[in-house]
């Protein structure tokens, strides 16, 4: 499930440029407006505490100098053991009045007698944890400095048992001396900051809340930018679709007179005219092709014609002197080609016109190997090859128009013999769940690197001077690919000069099914073995 979400996202994220626009807008405005919304906090806080810094310590210093000055002033015979509690009491009073808390610590040296109750006088409730270790190991130090301060938490006893409250603050320490006997006190005064920790609350949260506003504004108009843009280019891209599924006539609709209404007057513009080049290519291609199949078809009146009349020469040689019985036969010979010529002529007409019907039935690709192996057995043995059929162990059956699956081997078997020069051809077959393959290999001339692609096209020939011994219009393999392509199979050829060929017909089990795969290699097992084994 995690996993479908995350894929989808990436999904969305590659293919929308929306997307990414709004994201990464998002992304870097929230890294700037949280880098804006840190320093403005830093600096609001930093003024915020040192000033409450510098009024404490100053408040500080003002108490303590009150103390110590009437320590000071007190007479040598007025017993400071009765003076101090009223002291501190007026101090720990005055802080109740304006906000923070006293304490009175001492006498600090140990020979000297406690002469104050405990020795320690603070603001009632307050815990004297709140005056940290580092601050009384300064102040109640006799070296240590008179006055200092730090940070600390204030800590208080609550009026529930064992209660308590902390709030951060300053507590400044200073030490008294009682002139009359030189005993040293510390006094400390802690004061809450409170109300600038209220502040920088309420601050961090204006920022907090004002800084995710502005994201989402800032998502809300990159969303709306974007849309602006994307809209008419996604509208173009479904008619560039359209136009390229072949429906010419799709427009795309102009508003106004900005950049997109003239991007899409101008795309209409090139749909027009590649709908007009299209048409006349159209146009031109169909009137070749009847002109094609126009041709051939007047030529087969006259040539029947010239045919009969070529028969009884022919059938009359016997009575001619030998130049004119030459002639006869060589009229007789360029006949069949010309019949050739016009039955293939006819044929890829047909296919052009898109009248081309499949006849189907189950096929044994074996048998036809067989059959066609046997119908060429002569020319074979004339040009001095075998034909070899190489058989899987179960049968091949195709649902396929046999005339044509015949017609096919049949061209590329006879190929194969005219090319072998002289070595065996081999028919080699093989059937998977998808289909059946049949693949003719010879080992002649092969193909030279290109070829495997031209050989299909019409009329093209590697060598238009070879001398042609059989079939030979130069139609053969165009006309067997487009057969191959009414199955909705594929007819593919391999070839190296020197190493031979091979051309491999492979045929859904049930016509017009789609291939993912043939049952047999396009590039021979045996290919450049000899070649491999003495490098
Ligand atoms: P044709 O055989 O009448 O020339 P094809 O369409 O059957 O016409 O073949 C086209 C060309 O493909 C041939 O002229 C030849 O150059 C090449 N070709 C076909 N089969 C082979 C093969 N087995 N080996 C080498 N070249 C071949």
């Not at 940070?151 to 008294?176: C, Y």
């Not at 090139?270 to 009137?287: G, N, P």
């Not at 001095?384 to 059956?397: D, H, K, L």
């Not at 219009?473 to 909705?488: C, F, N, P, V, Y």
């Amino acid at each position: 499930m995690a996993v479908g979400s995350l894929r989808s996202a990436v999904t969305v994220w590659r293919r929308s440029i929306q997307a990414r626009v709004v994201l990464s807008t998002v992304l870097l405005s929230a890294v700037v407006v949280s880098l804006v919304g840190w320093t403005l906090m830093q600096q609001i806080t930093d003024g915020l505490v040192r000033d409450r810094v510098d009024a404490a310590v100053a408040e500080a210093a003002r108490s303590s100098n009150d103390v110590q000055s009437s320590l000071s002033a007190a007479p040598y015979d007025v017993d400071v053991g009765s003076q101090l509690p009223a002291l501190v009491s007026t101090v720990v009073s005055r802080g109740a009045v304006r906000g923070y808390d006293v304490a009175l610590i001492g006498p600090l040296s140990e020979s000297d007698t406690p002469r104050v109750g405990g020795g320690e006088f603070s603001t009632p409730g307050l815990l004297l944890s709140s005056i940290p270790e580092r601050l009384r190991a300064v102040v109640e130090e006799p070296e240590g400095a008179v006055t200092s301060w730090t940070f600390t938490g204030i800590e208080r006893s609550g009026e529930g048992e064992g209660s308590r409250s902390e709030v951060p603050g300053v507590a400044v320490g200073t030490r008294l001396v009682v002139p009359a006997d030189g005993a040293t006190y510390a006094l400390y005064h802690l004061f809450p900051m409170s109300a600038e920790q209220r502040t920088v609350d309420l601050v961090k949260r204006a920022l907090f809340t004002s800084g995710a506003l502005l994201v989402v504004l800032v998502a809300g108009l990159s969303w709306l930018v974007t849309r602006q843009v994307v809209t008419p280019v996604r509208l173009a891209r479904r008619v560039a679709e359209r136009l390229a599924s072949g429906r010419l006539e799709e427009r795309m609709q102009v508003r106004g007179d900005d950049d997109i209404a003239r991007l899409a007057l101008s795309f209409n513009q090139m749909a027009t005219s590649l709908q007009k080049q299209i048409r006349k290519l159209e146009d031109m291609s169909a009137a070749q092709r009847r002109f094609v199949s126009d041709v051939s078809h007047e030529l087969r009146t006259p040539l029947t014609t010239v045919r009969m009349a070529g028969d009884v020469l022919h059938d009359a040689r016997e009575r001619f002197d030998p130049v004119t019985a030459r002639s006869a036969e060589l009229l007789q010979n360029e006949l069949d080609r010309f019949e050739l010529l016009l039955t293939d002529l006819l044929e890829i007409s047909r296919f052009d016109a898109g009248a081309a019907v499949l006849h189907l039935e189950d096929v044994d690709l074996a048998e036809v190997a067989h059959r066609v192996a046997r119908s060429v057995g002569v020319l074979a043995e004339r040009r001095g090859t075998r034909v070899r059929v190489q058989e899987p162990g179960a049968p091949c059956v195709v649902e396929a128009d046999v005339r044509r699956v015949e017609r096919i081997v049949r061209n590329l078997v006879t190929n194969a013999i005219d090319y072998a020069d002289s070595s065996d051809v081999l028919i080699m077959l093989d059937c998977d769940a998808e289909g059946s393959a049949l693949a003719v290999r010879d080992y002649g001339v092969g193909l030279r690197p290109g070829d495997e692609v031209r050989v299909f096209n019409r009329f093209w020939r590697a060598d238009p001077a070879r001398v042609r011994t059989s079939g030979g219009t130069g139609l053969g393999l165009s006309i067997s690919l487009e057969d191959a392509r009414l199955h909705g199979g594929w007819l593919e050829a391999w070839g190296a000069p020197g190493e031979g060929s091979q051309f491999r017909l492979t045929l859904p089990r049930h016509a017009e099914d789609a291939l993912t795969r043939s049952a047999l290699p396009l590039v021979p097992r045996d290919a450049f073995v000899h070649r491999a084994g003495a490098s």
